[in-house]
């Protein structure tokens, strides 16, 4: 797989913005997973987030086994940001190309994991925590769940975080085995 390869596979998609990051400048915040556990309905109720997802040392080893990652963010369009039903109701787009993408390259060849927004929501109810994951891999945590904060790094590499009043922006991260580089 190539650079040349890969923009012309994403080209296709709502792909708003994009960097790769070598992972030994991602940062790893206790802190989220602070909120996650105070504020969040879905903690430790999926395998996609704390605490089933791992600790933060284990989150932050997986993520560090790979050299790089691609940060991205997708746009949605709603016609009221405050509906909180419409606006939620455009992540699946958002998901849906996560797994187009990690999809493709694991095609090439290549290992990959992919985080994403939210939390999993592909079972109607999650067998966390008597059952292993029916799914693992489908599964894409979310990325706070690793302990990642996106409003940090976005800011850091220079991509927005909010766009307009009725557009949404939707992140993910995709660790990649090799190191693209855009020259």
């Known amino acids: 797989m190539n650079m040349e390869a890969f923009e012309t596979f994403i080209s296709q998609f709502p792909i708003y913005q994009y960097v790769f990051i070598?992972?030994?400048?991602?940062?790893?915040?206790?802190?989220i997973r602070t909120i996650c556990r105070q504020e969040c309905q879905r903690y430790g109720t999926t395998w996609?987030?704390?605490?089933?997802?791992g600790t933060l040392e284990a989150c932050r080893e997986r993520c560090l086994s790979y050299p790089?990652?691609?940060f991205f963010s997708t746009v949605a369009e709603v016609a009221d940001i405050m509906n909180m039903e419409e606006t939620l109701g455009t992540r699946r787009e958002h998901e849906d190309i996560v797994a187009q993408?990690?999809?493709w390259i694991k095609e090439q060849g290549n290992r990959c994991?992919?985080?994403s927004t939210e939390s999993c929501d592909i079972c109607d109810e999650c067998a966390y925590p008597d059952s292993p994951c029916r799914f693992p891999e489908l599964m894409h945590p979310c990325v706070e769940s690793h302990g990642i904060v996106v409003t940090e790094l976005a800011e850091r590499f220079e991509m927005d975080y909010t766009?307009?009043?009725?557009?949404i922006l939707w992140f993910g991260i995709i660790f990649l085995e090799d190191?693209?580089?855009?020259?």
């Not at 996609?48 to 997802?53: L, S, T, W």
């Not at 766009?163 to 557009?167: H, S, V």
């Open 22 to 31: 070598p992972t030994e400048e991602l940062a790893f915040s206790p802190r």
């Open 48 to 53: 996609a987030c704390p605490p089933g997802v």
């Open 68 to 70: 790089q990652c691609f």
């Open 101 to 103: 993408i990690e999809a």
């Open 113 to 115: 994991m992919a985080l």
């Open 163 to 167: 766009i307009g009043y009725n557009q």
């Open 179 to 183: 190191t693209y580089i855009r020259e």
